[in-house]
């Protein structure tokens, strides 16, 4: 972890023993202390892991080993243990028997039903955001849309394809339901594992940006129905997209 310009292992955050930071505390050192105070070292471990997961710096398929990730973290193998459960229990990690844990693969076949109950959840969110979105939050929708349309026409994918996730991220936080914005969560993570890039070419990232429109337009024109369908449409356009990526023939 980089704090103050300097490389830490995860034990020198928690200890705090930066001797210029005694001297001069400067807001990245400031973070660093709320950052301790706030959260415990198997938390902090327990982001990491994801973070390397979901990166794909510890790819799907990939043997945990506690030994070298306490190493690489500057931990011990307690916390590596304790949040390698935690991942467990999100599906971001499988344990097989007498042979260890593993960053678990999502099959075709499990990605499809993710984007199924996605296209649910996204309909959801849409629907209660067309009945309940505040100025403020369709100001903030149309801002994204509009960033990634400018995102699109530099050419610039990786910029879309993040406000892709940020877009869908708003949705969710906005439409204020806690219980389907962590299901949702975990449905994406999961997705992530797959590591396929399905908005890859311009045309395919044209029709995900027209689709936002759609669905910021009815949020904004207060038509929960329509918003509802948009979301579901969505999602949905994105699983025959994926379908077309894999090479297999869209089916209902």
């Given at each position: 972890?980089i704090?103050?310009?300097k490389?830490?292992?995860?034990n020198?955050?928690?200890?705090?023993?930066?001797?210029?930071?005694l001297?001069?505390?400067?807001?990245?050192?400031?973070?660093?202390?709320?950052?301790?105070?706030?959260e415990?070292?198997?938390?902090?471990?327990?982001?990491?892991?994801?973070?390397?997961?979901?990166?794909?710096?510890?790819?799907a398929?990939?043997?945990?080993?506690?030994?070298?990730?306490?190493?690489?973290?500057?931990?011990?193998?307690g916390?590596?243990?304790?949040?390698?459960?935690?991942l467990e229990r999100?599906?971001?990690?499988?344990?097989?028997?007498?042979?260890?844990?593993?960053?678990r693969e999502?099959?075709?076949?499990?990605?499809?039903?993710?984007?199924?109950?996605?296209?649910?959840?996204?309909?959801?969110a849409?629907?209660r955001?067309?009945?309940?979105?505040?100025?403020?939050q369709?100001?903030?929708?149309?801002?994204?849309v509009?960033?990634?349309?400018?995102a699109?026409?530099?050419?610039?994918?990786?910029?879309?394809?993040?406000?892709n996730?940020?877009?869908?991220?708003?949705?969710?936080d906005?439409?204020?339901?806690?219980?389907?914005?962590?299901?949702?969560?975990?449905?994406?993570?999961?997705?992530?594992?797959?590591r396929?890039?399905?908005?890859?070419?311009?045309?395919?990232?044209?029709?995900?940006?027209?689709?936002h429109?759609?669905?910021?337009?009815?949020?904004?024109?207060?038509?929960?129905?329509?918003?509802?369908?948009?979301?579901?449409?969505?999602?949905?356009?994105?699983?025959?997209?994926?379908?077309?990526r894999?090479?297999?023939?869209?089916?209902?």
């Amino acid at each position: 972890m980089i704090v103050g310009g300097k490389v830490k292992t995860v034990n020198s955050l928690m200890r705090g023993d930066d001797d210029a930071a005694l001297t001069a505390p400067s807001p990245s050192a400031t973070a660093a202390i709320a950052l301790r105070r706030s959260e415990s070292l198997a938390s902090i471990v327990l982001r990491e892991m994801e973070r390397m997961i979901l990166s794909g710096e510890l790819k799907a398929g990939a043997r945990i080993s506690e030994q070298n990730l306490a190493q690489r973290l500057g931990v011990s193998r307690g916390p590596v243990r304790e949040a390698a459960s935690a991942l467990e229990r999100s599906g971001l990690l499988t344990s097989i028997a007498n042979r260890g844990v593993f960053v678990r693969e999502v099959s075709p076949e499990e990605l499809l039903e993710l984007y199924d109950m996605r296209a649910l959840l996204t309909g959801f969110a849409c629907q209660r955001l067309a009945r309940s979105a505040t100025a403020e939050q369709k100001a903030a929708l149309r801002r994204m849309v509009d960033q990634m349309a400018a995102a699109l026409k530099a050419g610039d994918g990786p910029a879309y394809y993040q406000g892709n996730l940020d877009f869908h991220d708003a949705l969710m936080d906005f439409a204020g339901h806690r219980k389907a914005a962590e299901i949702y969560d975990t449905l994406l993570k999961q997705a992530h594992l797959s590591r396929r890039e399905v908005l890859s070419k311009s045309a395919m990232m044209q029709e995900s940006d027209a689709e936002h429109v759609a669905i910021v337009e009815a949020i904004e024109a207060g038509e929960a129905d329509r918003a509802r369908k948009a979301g579901e449409r969505h999602v949905l356009n994105g699983r025959v997209r994926l379908l077309k990526r894999l090479g297999q023939r869209p089916t209902a």
